[in-house]
């Protein structure tokens, strides 16, 4: 179920409103987890059990962690320097073990389900190369669960704030599977905290009207973003990459461009539909976009799309490897035989260089992925090189920032276009393409046309994309454009509902000459 369907905007998300509602305060986060419970069944059927699977280890791991802490963590009476180290030393491993075997447990199902026919594939053709009579292994009919990319990262995060102290181990099973499970976030986020969500979540909040209109005004700003941008710039967009070789010019151009904004259109959409919908529950969801577009280096770009993804990198990947006792030993090596500057690098490279392999990883199971994830490291690598660290460079003169904001733009762009392409070799033909018989001609002679777009859905992408840059400008400048609306009369909030709900009634892509689409991160 689809969170742009009406079957989700007008059956089930208001009969969990309701229920939700007319239930005493005690028992809404029951509610909530049997809506959850039945979100996932209807997405995912059995495959049920894995998330089931997966909050029971992270449930079991947290009192194990909490018992280590109650028995090695209180010093004894009389304890000396030598025992207390002892003690932490022991406390410290037994942590690590237990740490080790929740995360075996997530990530091996995870990288069971999603990778084991990639690492056999690309294991075959090793077979191949080298020992020609060997018998090769064999392919499995796996179906991933939905939303497993996502709620893999937050079981592993609780075990570890857990076993940092940060966040209490929790007594009931039933509040993490909730965590997990949660219906808006479950398919594509964001990555959620559970110290962050857990109050909230079994809190049973009453639907407010004020926390009713704010909901309601973000649910329809991201079926707008969904409905009627991203799924009508994906008709020219399927169009073109199905022409794979074939494709020639500026068509490719206008195709990958495209791309990017249906990309960001589909993913923010879909993040303020979930952010909306947990807001009329009382629960406000972590931010995924910092108005992307307005970035000036890839590596600010990165900071800005995505953004718990990124934190979760950061936090559980690229500081605890490039802060670790292998990376200092390393680092001091390379201070010695090449100086302190390049020496202290090593480090931030070796981490760079994995978090962004397994930020490809993460996205897909192709060689492809591991090409987009050294795309963007090589790329970050270079800005931090030459930059200050990657952050805002150079003048501060409006053309400067523009000049540097469409450079960005563009280099994200041919890593969508990666990302986007059935396979590197059709990414480096179709790249090759581009620069092959270009022409704007396309843009007046009707060929846009013969791509799927009409000038009606030429003229509404057109809106979207000033609206959608409007607000953005806005909020960098320190305004939200929704509490513009909130915080007004009456008429002029009802002007922008009614104006919202028409503009994807009448706008949105879908009738006879449009296929419905799923949310594009959905499938990662």
Same mark, same amino acid.
């Given at each position: +179920?689809?969170?742009?369907?009406?079957?989700?905007?007008? =059956?089930?998300?208001?009969?969990?409103?309701?229920?939700?509602?007319?239930?005493?305060?005690?028992?809404?986060?029951?509610?909530?987890?049997?809506?959850?419970?039945?979100?996932?069944?209807?997405?995912?059927?059995?495959?049920?059990?894995? @998330? @089931?699977?997966?909050?029971?280890?992270?449930?079991?791991?947290?009192?194990?962690?909490?018992?280590?802490?109650?028995?090695?963590?209180?010093?004894?009476?009389?304890?000396?320097?030598?025992?207390?180290?002892?003690? %932490?030393?022991?406390?410290?491993?037994?942590?690590?073990?237990?740490?080790?075997?929740?995360?075996?447990?997530?990530?091996?199902?995870?990288?069971?389900?999603?990778?084991?026919?990639?690492?056999?594939?690309?294991?075959?053709?090793?077979?191949?190369?080298?020992?020609?009579?060997?018998?090769?292994?064999?392919?499995?009919? =796996?179906?991933?669960? +939905?939303?497993?990319?996502?709620?893999?990262?937050?079981?592993?995060?609780?075990?570890?704030?857990?076993?940092?102290?940060?966040?209490?181990?929790?007594?009931?099973?039933?509040?993490?599977?909730?965590?997990?499970?949660?219906?808006?976030?479950?398919?594509?986020?964001?990555?959620?905290?559970?110290?962050?969500?857990?109050?909230?979540?079994?809190?049973?909040?009453?639907?407010?009207?004020?926390?009713?209109?704010?909901?309601?005004? %973000?649910?329809?700003?991201?079926?707008?973003?969904?409905?009627?941008?991203?799924?009508?710039?994906? +008709?020219?967009?399927?169009?073109?990459?199905?022409?794979?070789?074939?494709?020639?010019?500026?068509?490719?151009?206008?195709?990958?461009?495209?791309?990017?904004?249906?990309?960001?259109?589909?993913?923010?959409?879909? @993040?303020?539909?979930?952010?909306?919908?947990?807001?009329?529950?009382?629960?406000?969801?972590?931010?995924?976009?910092?108005?992307?577009?307005?970035?000036?280096?890839?590596?600010?770009?990165?900071?800005?799309?995505?953004?718990?993804?990124?934190?979760?990198? $950061?936090?559980?990947?690229?500081?605890?490897?490039?802060?670790?006792?292998?990376?200092?030993?390393?680092?001091?090596?390379?201070?010695?035989?090449?100086?302190?500057?390049?020496?202290?690098?090593?480090?931030?490279?070796?981490?760079?260089?994995?978090?962004?392999?397994?930020?490809?990883?993460?996205?897909?199971?192709?060689?492809?992925?591991?090409?987009?994830? #050294?795309?963007?490291?090589?790329?970050?690598?270079?800005?931090?090189?030459?930059?200050?660290?990657? $952050?805002?460079?150079?003048?501060?003169?409006?053309?400067?920032?523009?000049?540097?904001?469409?450079?960005?733009?563009?280099?994200?762009?041919?890593?969508?276009?990666?990302?986007?392409?059935?396979?590197?070799?059709?990414?480096?033909?179709?790249?090759?393409?581009?620069?092959?018989?270009?022409?704007?001609?396309?843009?007046?002679?009707?060929?846009?046309?013969?791509?799927? =777009?009409?000038?009606?859905?030429?003229?509404?992408?057109?809106?979207?994309?000033? #609206?959608?840059?409007?607000?953005?400008?806005?909020?960098?400048?320190?305004?939200?454009?929704?509490?513009?609306?909130?915080?007004?009369?009456?008429? +002029?909030?009802?002007?922008?509902?009614?104006?919202? @709900?028409?503009?994807?009634?009448?706008?949105?892509?879908?009738?006879?000459?449009?296929?419905?689409?799923?949310?594009?991160?959905?499938?990662?």
């Amino acid at each position: +179920m689809s969170y742009s369907s009406p079957y989700y905007l007008f =059956l089930f998300l208001p009969l969990v409103l309701l229920i939700y509602q007319l239930l005493p305060s005690r028992f809404r986060w029951l509610a909530l987890l049997a809506a959850s419970l039945s979100f996932y069944a209807l997405g995912s059927g059995k495959l049920i059990v894995f @998330i @089931i699977i997966s909050t029971l280890s992270i449930y079991i791991a947290g009192l194990f962690l909490e018992r280590i802490q109650r028995r090695h963590g209180s010093a004894a009476p009389n304890e000396d320097r030598a025992a207390r180290k002892l003690r %932490r030393a022991k406390e410290k491993h037994l942590q690590h073990i237990v740490i080790l075997i929740a995360v075996l447990v997530n990530f091996g199902l995870l990288a069971f389900l999603k990778y084991y026919n990639f690492f056999v594939s690309e294991d075959n053709l090793l077979i191949s190369a080298f020992l020609h009579s060997a018998q090769k292994m064999s392919l499995r009919k =796996l179906i991933i669960p +939905m939303g497993i990319s996502f709620y893999t990262l937050e079981a592993v995060a609780y075990v570890t704030e857990v076993a940092r102290g940060k966040t209490a181990p929790e007594h009931n099973y039933f509040h993490l599977l909730l965590f997990l499970s949660f219906f808006p976030t479950v398919t594509e986020g964001p990555i959620c905290s559970y110290a962050d969500m857990h109050e909230s979540l079994t809190a049973g909040a009453p639907i407010t009207f004020e926390r009713f209109r704010r909901g309601t005004l %973000r649910l329809l700003w991201g079926c707008f973003m969904k409905i009627t941008i991203a799924d009508r710039a994906g +008709m020219l967009v399927d169009n073109v990459f199905k022409q794979g070789d074939s494709a020639y010019g500026a068509s490719i151009l206008l195709a990958v461009l495209l791309y990017t904004l249906q990309l960001y259109a589909d993913f923010a959409g879909c @993040i303020d539909i979930a952010a909306g919908s947990a807001e009329l529950f009382g629960i406000a969801l972590p931010e995924n976009f910092r108005q992307p577009f307005a970035a000036e280096t890839v590596n600010d770009f990165w900071r800005r799309w995505h953004i718990t993804l990124g934190a979760w990198f $950061r936090d559980y990947v690229y500081y605890p490897l490039s802060l670790s006792r292998p990376m200092r030993r390393i680092s001091d090596f390379c201070t010695r035989h090449f100086g302190m500057q390049r020496g202290a690098m090593v480090p931030t490279i070796i981490a760079l260089l994995v978090t962004w392999l397994g930020t490809g990883l993460w996205h897909g199971a192709s060689m492809k992925y591991v090409a987009y994830g #050294l795309y963007y490291f090589l790329i970050i690598l270079i800005e931090i090189l030459v930059t200050d660290n990657g $952050r805002k460079p150079g003048s501060s003169a409006p053309g400067a920032v523009w000049w540097r904001r469409a450079r960005t733009f563009l280099l994200v762009s041919i890593g969508m276009m990666m990302f986007r392409a059935d396979s590197m070799h059709s990414f480096i033909t179709m790249l090759g393409h581009m620069f092959q018989g270009f022409s704007l001609k396309i843009l007046t002679d009707g060929t846009i046309r013969t791509l799927g =777009l009409t000038r009606k859905d030429v003229a509404i992408l057109i809106f979207g994309i000033i #609206l959608i840059s409007w607000i953005g400008h806005e909020r960098l400048k320190g305004k939200e454009p929704a509490d513009m609306v909130l915080q007004g009369s009456i008429p +002029m909030a009802w002007t922008v509902y009614l104006c919202l @709900i028409a503009l994807v009634l009448i706008a949105g892509a879908y009738g006879p000459n449009y296929s419905p689409s799923d949310f594009l991160y959905a499938a990662y």
